[in-house]
Protein backbone atom coordinates (compact mmCIF):
# COMPACT_ATOMS: atom_id res chain seq x y z
CA UNK A 1 0.00 0.00 0.00
CA UNK A 2 2.92 2.38 0.83
CA UNK A 3 4.37 1.72 -2.47
CA UNK A 4 1.36 2.46 -4.24
CA UNK A 5 1.07 5.90 -2.04
CA UNK A 6 4.51 6.48 -2.89
CA UNK A 7 3.66 5.78 -6.79
CA UNK A 8 0.57 7.86 -7.40
CA UNK A 9 1.79 11.02 -5.47
CA UNK A 10 4.93 10.51 -7.75
CA UNK A 11 2.80 10.38 -10.84
CA UNK A 12 0.62 13.08 -9.80
CA UNK A 13 4.01 15.49 -9.27
CA UNK A 14 4.97 14.66 -12.87
CA UNK A 15 1.84 16.50 -13.75
CA UNK A 16 1.84 19.42 -12.08
CA UNK A 17 4.09 22.67 -12.84
CA UNK A 18 7.35 23.27 -11.93
CA UNK A 19 7.71 26.84 -10.92
CA UNK A 20 11.01 28.49 -9.31
CA UNK A 21 10.61 31.50 -7.05
CA UNK A 22 13.94 33.35 -6.51
CA UNK A 23 14.29 35.87 -4.00
CA UNK A 24 17.20 36.48 -0.88
CA UNK A 25 14.17 37.17 1.27
CA UNK A 26 12.86 33.82 3.06
CA UNK A 27 9.80 35.76 4.19
CA UNK A 28 9.13 36.86 1.02
CA UNK A 29 10.17 32.86 -0.46
CA UNK A 30 7.44 30.96 2.16
CA UNK A 31 4.35 34.24 1.26
CA UNK A 32 4.65 33.62 -2.76
CA UNK A 33 4.94 29.70 -1.53
CA UNK A 34 2.06 29.89 0.78
CA UNK A 35 -0.23 31.51 -2.43
CA UNK A 36 0.76 29.10 -4.56
CA UNK A 37 0.53 25.62 -2.67
CA UNK A 38 -3.00 25.20 -3.16
CA UNK A 39 -2.83 25.23 -6.92
CA UNK A 40 -1.47 22.33 -9.14
CA UNK A 41 2.47 22.99 -8.91
CA UNK A 42 5.64 22.18 -8.08
CA UNK A 43 7.55 24.81 -5.89
CA UNK A 44 11.27 25.10 -5.92
CA UNK A 45 12.34 28.12 -4.13
CA UNK A 46 16.06 29.95 -4.63
CA UNK A 47 17.79 32.77 -2.09
CA UNK A 48 19.94 33.97 -5.44
CA UNK A 49 19.84 34.53 -8.74
CA UNK A 50 23.09 32.35 -9.06
CA UNK A 51 21.80 29.27 -7.16
CA UNK A 52 18.72 29.94 -9.73
CA UNK A 53 21.11 29.24 -12.74
CA UNK A 54 21.97 26.31 -11.27
CA UNK A 55 18.38 25.19 -10.57
CA UNK A 56 16.92 25.73 -14.02
CA UNK A 57 19.92 23.07 -15.74
CA UNK A 58 17.81 20.26 -13.16
CA UNK A 59 14.96 21.23 -13.98
CA UNK A 60 12.51 21.85 -16.49
CA UNK A 61 10.88 25.10 -15.36
CA UNK A 62 6.92 26.52 -16.76
CA UNK A 63 7.46 29.94 -15.02
CA UNK A 64 10.33 31.84 -13.12
CA UNK A 65 8.86 34.54 -10.36
CA UNK A 66 12.60 36.44 -9.45
CA UNK A 67 12.67 39.20 -7.62
CA UNK A 68 14.55 42.20 -9.31
CA UNK A 69 16.47 43.56 -5.83
CA UNK A 70 19.14 41.03 -4.96
CA UNK A 71 22.99 40.68 -3.96
CA UNK A 72 25.58 39.84 -5.83
CA UNK A 73 23.38 38.84 -9.06
CA UNK A 74 20.51 41.07 -8.85
CA UNK A 75 17.28 40.15 -10.77
CA UNK A 76 17.85 42.12 -14.05
CA UNK A 77 21.16 40.35 -14.96
CA UNK A 78 20.12 36.57 -13.60
CA UNK A 79 17.31 37.31 -16.20
CA UNK A 80 19.91 38.56 -18.85
CA UNK A 81 22.09 35.55 -18.34
CA UNK A 82 18.82 32.73 -18.71
CA UNK A 83 17.87 34.71 -21.79
CA UNK A 84 21.84 34.26 -23.20
CA UNK A 85 21.31 30.43 -23.11
CA UNK A 86 19.92 28.79 -25.82
CA UNK A 87 18.48 25.95 -24.21
CA UNK A 88 16.87 28.63 -21.89
CA UNK A 89 15.90 31.80 -23.78
CA UNK A 90 12.03 30.31 -24.24
CA UNK A 91 11.71 30.07 -20.49
CA UNK A 92 9.40 32.66 -19.07
CA UNK A 93 10.38 35.21 -16.48
CA UNK A 94 7.96 37.51 -14.35
CA UNK A 95 10.40 40.26 -12.32
CA UNK A 96 8.66 41.25 -8.68
CA UNK A 97 9.64 44.19 -7.69
CA UNK A 98 8.78 46.77 -4.66
CA UNK A 99 11.45 49.42 -4.79
CA UNK A 100 10.39 51.27 -7.92
CA UNK A 101 7.28 51.84 -10.28
CA UNK A 102 8.81 53.95 -12.46
CA UNK A 103 8.20 53.11 -16.37
CA UNK A 104 11.89 53.17 -17.09
CA UNK A 105 12.18 50.70 -13.76
CA UNK A 106 9.46 48.34 -15.50
CA UNK A 107 10.90 48.38 -18.76
CA UNK A 108 14.08 47.50 -17.55
CA UNK A 109 13.06 44.25 -16.72
CA UNK A 110 11.57 44.04 -20.04
CA UNK A 111 14.65 44.43 -21.97
CA UNK A 112 16.58 41.92 -18.99
CA UNK A 113 13.96 39.33 -20.71
CA UNK A 114 11.49 39.08 -18.60
CA UNK A 115 7.55 38.91 -20.42
CA UNK A 116 5.83 40.60 -17.21
CA UNK A 117 6.51 42.68 -14.34
CA UNK A 118 4.52 42.56 -10.97
CA UNK A 119 4.90 44.79 -7.77
CA UNK A 120 4.76 44.19 -4.38
CA UNK A 121 3.15 43.84 -2.43
CA UNK A 122 2.05 41.02 -4.81
CA UNK A 123 -2.21 40.63 -5.46
CA UNK A 124 -2.50 37.35 -4.86
CA UNK A 125 -5.50 36.85 -8.05
CA UNK A 126 -3.34 38.66 -10.24
CA UNK A 127 -0.49 36.25 -9.60
CA UNK A 128 -2.31 33.02 -9.88
CA UNK A 129 -3.83 34.68 -13.15
CA UNK A 130 -0.20 35.24 -14.98
CA UNK A 131 0.78 31.88 -12.94
CA UNK A 132 -2.04 29.70 -14.59
CA UNK A 133 -1.47 31.29 -18.26
CA UNK A 134 1.90 30.70 -18.28
CA UNK A 135 1.72 27.00 -16.86
CA UNK A 136 -1.35 26.50 -19.20
CA UNK A 137 1.19 27.74 -22.15
CA UNK A 138 4.05 25.02 -20.93
CA UNK A 139 1.44 22.33 -20.89
CA UNK A 140 0.51 23.06 -24.43
CA UNK A 141 4.60 23.10 -25.64
CA UNK A 142 5.67 20.12 -24.35
CA UNK A 143 2.36 18.45 -25.71
CA UNK A 144 3.40 19.90 -28.85
CA UNK A 145 6.93 18.94 -28.29
CA UNK A 146 5.71 15.56 -27.77
CA UNK A 147 3.41 15.36 -30.88
CA UNK A 148 6.44 15.93 -32.70
CA UNK A 149 8.94 13.86 -31.34
CA UNK A 150 6.25 11.14 -31.96
CA UNK A 151 5.76 12.41 -35.65
CA UNK A 152 9.70 12.50 -35.98
CA UNK A 153 9.56 8.73 -34.74
CA UNK A 154 7.22 7.76 -37.00
CA UNK A 155 8.57 9.58 -39.99
CA UNK A 156 11.79 8.05 -38.95
CA UNK A 157 9.94 4.48 -38.96
CA UNK A 158 8.54 5.74 -42.49
CA UNK A 159 12.01 6.40 -44.18
CA UNK A 160 13.22 3.03 -42.79
CA UNK A 161 10.18 0.53 -43.99
CA UNK A 162 10.34 2.48 -47.15
CA UNK A 163 14.39 1.56 -47.63
CA UNK A 164 13.58 -1.58 -46.54
CA UNK A 165 10.88 -2.29 -49.27
CA UNK A 166 13.23 -0.52 -51.44
CA UNK A 167 15.87 -3.35 -50.93
CA UNK A 168 13.97 -5.94 -50.96
CA UNK A 169 12.41 -4.56 -54.73
CA UNK A 170 15.90 -4.51 -55.64
CA UNK A 171 16.49 -7.66 -54.44
CA UNK A 172 13.64 -9.10 -56.28
CA UNK A 173 14.29 -7.50 -59.28
CA UNK A 174 17.88 -9.04 -59.22
CA UNK A 175 16.76 -11.73 -59.13
CA UNK A 176 14.40 -11.56 -61.73
CA UNK A 177 17.03 -10.43 -64.19
CA UNK A 178 20.07 -11.86 -62.89
CA UNK A 179 22.11 -15.09 -63.23
CA UNK A 180 22.01 -16.66 -59.16
CA UNK A 181 25.93 -18.50 -59.95
CA UNK A 182 27.36 -15.43 -62.42
CA UNK A 183 25.45 -12.62 -61.85
CA UNK A 184 25.06 -11.65 -65.51
CA UNK A 185 22.25 -10.69 -66.57
CA UNK A 186 19.81 -14.09 -67.37
CA UNK A 187 18.39 -15.69 -70.64
CA UNK A 188 14.76 -13.77 -69.83
CA UNK A 189 16.46 -10.08 -69.77
CA UNK A 190 18.50 -10.86 -72.97
CA UNK A 191 15.63 -11.75 -74.74
CA UNK A 192 13.81 -8.01 -73.65
CA UNK A 193 17.05 -6.30 -73.63
CA UNK A 194 17.99 -7.51 -77.54
CA UNK A 195 14.87 -6.42 -78.66
CA UNK A 196 15.26 -2.96 -76.78
CA UNK A 197 18.58 -2.62 -78.55
CA UNK A 198 17.30 -3.87 -82.20
CA UNK A 199 14.49 -1.06 -82.29
CA UNK A 200 17.41 1.13 -81.44
CA UNK A 201 19.99 -0.17 -84.16
CA UNK A 202 17.15 -0.10 -86.56
CA UNK A 203 15.85 3.60 -85.43
CA UNK A 204 19.35 5.26 -84.98
CA UNK A 205 20.36 3.26 -88.90
CA UNK A 206 23.49 1.48 -86.59
CA UNK A 207 25.12 -1.94 -86.38
CA UNK A 208 24.65 -4.13 -83.64
CA UNK A 209 26.54 -7.39 -83.10
CA UNK A 210 26.16 -10.57 -80.92
CA UNK A 211 28.41 -12.88 -79.46
CA UNK A 212 27.93 -16.50 -78.29
CA UNK A 213 30.27 -18.85 -76.27
CA UNK A 214 30.71 -21.90 -75.34
CA UNK A 215 33.47 -23.39 -72.75
CA UNK A 216 34.71 -26.30 -75.05
CA UNK A 217 34.34 -30.12 -73.61
CA UNK A 218 32.86 -28.68 -70.61
CA UNK A 219 31.11 -31.54 -69.85
CA UNK A 220 34.18 -34.22 -69.87
CA UNK A 221 35.67 -31.28 -67.39
CA UNK A 222 32.37 -31.72 -65.12
CA UNK A 223 32.80 -35.10 -65.31
CA UNK A 224 36.65 -34.61 -64.19
CA UNK A 225 36.90 -32.30 -61.90
CA UNK A 226 33.47 -32.06 -60.48
CA UNK A 227 30.28 -29.02 -60.74
CA UNK A 228 31.85 -27.33 -58.14
CA UNK A 229 35.00 -26.59 -60.10
CA UNK A 230 32.78 -26.56 -63.24
CA UNK A 231 30.96 -23.35 -61.47
CA UNK A 232 34.17 -21.94 -60.42
CA UNK A 233 35.39 -22.08 -64.29
CA UNK A 234 32.02 -20.48 -64.79
CA UNK A 235 32.32 -17.66 -62.67
CA UNK A 236 36.17 -16.84 -63.59
CA UNK A 237 34.82 -16.76 -67.10
CA UNK A 238 31.57 -14.65 -66.01
CA UNK A 239 34.20 -12.10 -64.93
CA UNK A 240 36.19 -11.81 -67.83
CA UNK A 241 33.62 -11.00 -69.71
CA UNK A 242 32.14 -8.34 -67.72
CA UNK A 243 35.60 -7.12 -67.32
CA UNK A 244 36.15 -6.99 -71.03
CA UNK A 245 32.78 -5.22 -71.82
CA UNK A 246 31.48 -1.90 -72.33
CA UNK A 247 29.16 0.32 -70.30
CA UNK A 248 26.96 0.29 -73.05
CA UNK A 249 27.65 -4.04 -73.44
CA UNK A 250 25.19 -6.40 -72.18
CA UNK A 251 26.29 -9.74 -70.86
CA UNK A 252 24.85 -12.53 -70.45
CA UNK A 253 24.63 -16.19 -69.40
CA UNK A 254 22.55 -17.92 -72.54
CA UNK A 255 22.22 -21.33 -70.22
CA UNK A 256 24.71 -24.25 -68.82
CA UNK A 257 27.80 -23.17 -70.56
CA UNK A 258 26.91 -20.51 -72.94
CA UNK A 259 27.19 -16.99 -72.42
CA UNK A 260 25.86 -14.14 -74.79
CA UNK A 261 27.49 -10.74 -75.21
CA UNK A 262 25.67 -8.04 -77.42
CA UNK A 263 27.53 -4.97 -78.61
CA UNK A 264 25.83 -2.07 -79.36
CA UNK A 265 26.96 0.43 -82.78
CA UNK A 266 29.37 -2.39 -83.37
CA UNK A 267 30.30 -3.77 -87.07
CA UNK A 268 31.70 -7.33 -88.05
CA UNK A 269 35.61 -6.10 -87.88
CA UNK A 270 34.74 -4.94 -84.44
CA UNK A 271 33.13 -7.49 -83.15
CA UNK A 272 35.27 -10.14 -84.55
CA UNK A 273 38.52 -8.60 -82.91
CA UNK A 274 36.54 -8.40 -79.59
CA UNK A 275 35.32 -12.08 -79.88
CA UNK A 276 39.49 -12.83 -80.61
CA UNK A 277 40.68 -10.83 -77.49
CA UNK A 278 38.29 -12.98 -75.31
CA UNK A 279 39.40 -16.19 -76.81
CA UNK A 280 42.68 -15.32 -76.50
CA UNK A 281 42.20 -13.61 -72.92
CA UNK A 282 40.86 -16.95 -71.90
CA UNK A 283 43.34 -19.25 -73.20
CA UNK A 284 46.51 -17.74 -72.08
CA UNK A 285 44.59 -16.27 -69.01
CA UNK A 286 46.28 -17.59 -65.44
CA UNK A 287 45.03 -20.94 -64.06
CA UNK A 288 42.04 -20.61 -62.18
CA UNK A 289 42.36 -21.83 -58.45
CA UNK A 290 40.18 -24.73 -56.78
CA UNK A 291 40.91 -23.99 -53.28
CA UNK A 292 44.85 -24.27 -53.68
CA UNK A 293 44.82 -26.90 -56.42
CA UNK A 294 44.87 -25.32 -60.09
CA UNK A 295 42.63 -26.12 -62.76
CA UNK A 296 43.57 -26.84 -66.01
CA UNK A 297 43.31 -23.35 -68.56
CA UNK A 298 40.07 -24.10 -70.72
CA UNK A 299 38.75 -22.69 -73.98
CA UNK A 300 35.96 -21.19 -75.62
CA UNK A 301 34.49 -21.25 -78.97
CA UNK A 302 32.31 -17.85 -80.13
CA UNK A 303 30.08 -17.69 -82.99
CA UNK A 304 28.93 -14.19 -84.51
CA UNK A 305 25.89 -12.76 -85.60
CA UNK A 306 25.23 -9.10 -87.40
CA UNK A 307 22.53 -6.99 -87.51
CA UNK A 308 20.65 -6.98 -90.41
CA UNK A 309 23.18 -8.99 -92.33
CA UNK A 310 22.21 -12.10 -90.49
CA UNK A 311 19.11 -11.41 -88.80
CA UNK A 312 16.57 -8.44 -87.96
CA UNK A 313 14.74 -9.77 -85.36
CA UNK A 314 15.98 -11.01 -82.00
CA UNK A 315 15.34 -14.72 -82.34
CA UNK A 316 17.23 -14.76 -85.61
CA UNK A 317 20.17 -13.39 -84.52
CA UNK A 318 20.60 -15.89 -81.59
CA UNK A 319 20.08 -18.25 -84.40
CA UNK A 320 22.64 -17.47 -86.40
CA UNK A 321 25.50 -16.72 -83.59
CA UNK A 322 24.21 -20.15 -82.24
CA UNK A 323 24.70 -22.15 -85.55
CA UNK A 324 28.60 -20.02 -85.94
CA UNK A 325 29.20 -21.30 -82.65
CA UNK A 326 28.51 -24.86 -83.40
CA UNK A 327 30.12 -24.15 -86.52
CA UNK A 328 33.72 -22.98 -84.44
CA UNK A 329 32.86 -25.87 -82.59
CA UNK A 330 32.77 -28.61 -85.53
CA UNK A 331 35.79 -27.27 -87.01
CA UNK A 332 37.93 -27.80 -84.02
CA UNK A 333 36.93 -25.36 -81.05
CA UNK A 334 38.78 -22.68 -79.81
CA UNK A 335 37.96 -20.50 -82.49
CA UNK A 336 35.89 -17.44 -83.65
CA UNK A 337 33.45 -17.93 -86.84
CA UNK A 338 31.23 -15.57 -88.34
CA UNK A 339 27.51 -16.70 -89.45
CA UNK A 340 27.35 -16.54 -93.04
CA UNK A 341 24.44 -14.68 -94.60
CA UNK A 342 23.10 -17.92 -96.19
CA UNK A 343 22.15 -18.74 -92.08
CA UNK A 344 19.84 -15.35 -92.18
Known amino acids: LADNTRKNKSVSNMNKSNILIVDDDLVNLLVLEKMLKNQDLNITKAGSGIEALELIEK ?8 DAQMPELNG ?25 KTKEFILKGYEAGAVDYLLKPIDQFLLMSKVNVFCELHKQKELLE ?29 QAIRDPLTGLFNRRYLEESLEREISKAKRQKIPLGLIMLDADHFKDFNDVYGHIAGDIVLKHLSTLLVKNSRKEDIACRFGGEEFVLVLPGTDEIVARKRAED ?5 ETGKPILHGKKELPNI ?32 EGRNRVIVASTDQK
Open 59 to 66: TNFALILL
Open 76 to 100: FETAKKIRSSKKHRDLPIIILSAVS
Open 146 to 174: GKNSELNKLNVKLHEEISKQEKIKQKLLF
Open 278 to 282: LRLIV
Open 299 to 330: TISLGIALLPEHGKTAISLVTAADQALYQAKR
